[in-house]
């Protein structure tokens, strides 16, 4: 089913503006404070504006993101280096869930990476966090490892799991 964007919102609510369109594009140093921004929104233990200065001078680091109303709506981080690539993470500010746009982001990295040659795709996620497990799970993503308490906040595990890129599916 599609879903039509504010649709349940209650009467008076501010309402979101559209949702991006278009593709994810790279980011860079001037995105820094949304990305913060969206960091604090979204994780429990969030990156910072030094982590994400250090991921953007590191050439095998890319960040993406949507743009939306003077800030950003999603943005993923990848770390790619010869034939493997990593999701470092994945976020959609929270407002804008359940209408596409992490299934969009991460189409077009795993697209990018096709192009580049990557043969093999990791990544790790709370055990708890089963919409961004089905989201990866949708693209092929499959369990391979845990990481017995892994975060520090809570000591929950994390589960690695691998997407090989020629019998993963587009999503
Ligand atoms: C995980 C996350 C990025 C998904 O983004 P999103 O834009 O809401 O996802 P989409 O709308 O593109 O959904 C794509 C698919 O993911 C799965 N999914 C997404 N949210 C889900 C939820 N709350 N429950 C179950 N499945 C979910 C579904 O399979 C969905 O397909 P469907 O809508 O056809 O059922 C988002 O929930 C998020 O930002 N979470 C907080 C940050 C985070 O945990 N990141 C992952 C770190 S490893």
Redesign the pocket.
């Known amino acids: 089913m599609t879903r039509s964007h504010g649709q349940d919102a209650p009467p008076g609510a501010r309402r979101p503006p559209p949702l991006p369109g278009g593709a994810p594009v790279r980011l860079g140093p001037a995105d820094i404070p949304g990305l913060v921004e969206l960091e604090r929104l979204?994780?429990a233990v969030p990156w910072n504006a030094k982590q994400y200065r250090t991921v953007m001078d590191n050439p095998p680091f890319r960040v993406f993101g949507l743009h939306h109303d003077e800030g950003l709506a999603?943005y993923l981080t990848l770390f790619a280096s010869d034939f493997e690539m990593e999701i470092l993470?994945?976020?959609?500010r929270p407002d804008?869930?359940?209408?596409?746009?992490?299934?969009?982001m991460l189409a077009h990295v795993l697209q990018l990476c096709r192009k580049m040659g990557i043969q093999r795709g990791y990544?790790?996620?709370?055990r708890s966090?089963?919409?961004?497990r089905?989201?990866y799970e949708?693209f092929g993503f499959e369990e391979v490892g845990v990481r017995k308490g892994y975060y520090p906040d809570n000591r929950e595990d994390a589960i690695v799991m691998r997407l090989e890129f020629e019998t993963g599916q587009p999503g």
Not at 96 to 104: D, Q, S
Not at 123 to 126: A, M, Q, S, T, Y
Not at 129 to 132: D, F, G, V
């Open positions: 979204c994780f999603a993470n994945i976020a959609v804008l869930r359940r209408m596409g746009l992490g299934r969009r990544l790790e996620v709370r966090n089963a919409a961004a089905r989201l949708a």
